[in-house]
């Protein structure tokens, strides 16, 4: 009786040992899988036309986007910064879990009259890759953002002016000169006019990029480069080829957190 009594202690032993590995080791093994989306916006219209050159690619509404915004947080997703995920990277913080990031590229006007509006609502951050060369301009209709509007949503801290390049070129069609030289100028430009940048991020125009390009960036000081669709996942980010989600005109908060399941 004894015997039996003290294999039966033995064995619920065991049992718990074995279920409280599983327990602890469980949680690393989904963070190491976490999926880290990073959603592409670019301008932003009141009213959505008839007809787009882009077949409604590259536009969106502010109720559409604040509609995503309130359906991802709903959805526990936690938005951070480039800043934020390269620290997570290097294990300085920790990620948190369902992280997201919002990108807009081009540097339009309407990140600032319909969009920062609502990123102060919800108090979430969003990067700008701008084309400095656009500052303060209006190019085919469209208008830029000015230094002054950039320094506002910098200073507030939810918001990065990151670089999509000096002038908005395929930059697989040009020199590893041609190119450093561009990315050079245009952050010497954005720390002329809003500080010193810890971090470097780049977003390449089209998503046009070679070997050779993307080599030559990162010897020369650029942290992150962005130029791909995609999904990134935590326990193989790689700085220099970061995916990104492009969200077409009105697509839905569910639309968005389908293809962040589906996506890979």
Partial sequence: MKIKHFVLIVAL??????????????PKEN??????????????VKLV???APDNFNYINTPESFEENIKTLLDNGYNFMSFQELNDAINKKIELPKKPILINMDDGYYSNYEYIYPILKKYNIKASIFVVTDNIGKELD?????SWEQCLEMQNSGLVEILSHSKRHVFYDKLSVREIVDDVKK???VIEKNLGNKSLKVFAYPYGAFTSKTVWALKINGIDMQVYDLGMNYYNNFNKNYIKRINIPCEMTGIEIIDEINNTN
């Fill in 186 to 188: 245009s952050y010497k």
């Fill in 13 to 26: 032993a065991i049992i718990i040992v074995v279920t409280a590995i599983i327990f602890v080791e469980q």
């Fill in 31 to 44: 963070s190491n899988n976490i999926k880290i989306p990073i959603l592409l916006y670019h301008d932003f």
């Fill in 49 to 51: 036309p008839d007809s």
């Fill in 141 to 145: 209709s469209k208008k830029y953002l």
